[in-house]
């Protein structure tokens, strides 16, 4: 899990991965529409991609409770992987996501890093919560990709 998105010191580290049975170039055009993140991942209420995706781009993530998060992506390579970090007050997150093409399908690998007071204090609640709402995007974002005609 070593990569230079997530924060190496950072007391919560976690993975989580998922088949998703679509290649990666369609599992990465899902995921790169941003602005439709919210019809297929009730973690979003909105997300904005602020100009072409490119390295240094900035994305708004606002959650369904109405909390912002701004990250800037700092690792782009296309149809294989996104990096993306930010802060939003004293929370500090990295997150990358892998596709690995699996014979007909696609292993998709999200690794996450936080740093924050709760993290700090109770990080294996912390731990857990970030891995399950990390399996809950991914598992959403394979039923979205396997929903579309390929």
Known sequence: MDH???????????????????????IWHTLIDFERWPAWNAAFRR???????????????????????????DDLVPCARI??????GTV???YVLTLDPRGGATLATLE????????????????????AGLRRGLAALRRETERKPA
């Open 92 to 94: 500090r997150a990295g």
């Open 47 to 73: 997300v904005e991609l602020d100009g072409p995706l490119a390295n240094g781009a900035r994305v708004i993530w606002t959650s369904m409770h109405g909390l912002s998060f701004r990250t800037v992506i």
């Open 83 to 88: 990096g993306w970090s930010g802060r939003s």
């Open 112 to 131: 996450a890093s936080i740093e924050s007071g709760l993290a700090q204090l109770i990080p294996d609640f912390t731990e857990r919560a970030l891995k």
């Open 4 to 26: 230079p998105t997530l924060d190496i010191p950072a007391p919560v580290r976690t993975a989580v991965r998922e088949t998703i049975l679509a290649s990666r170039e369609r």
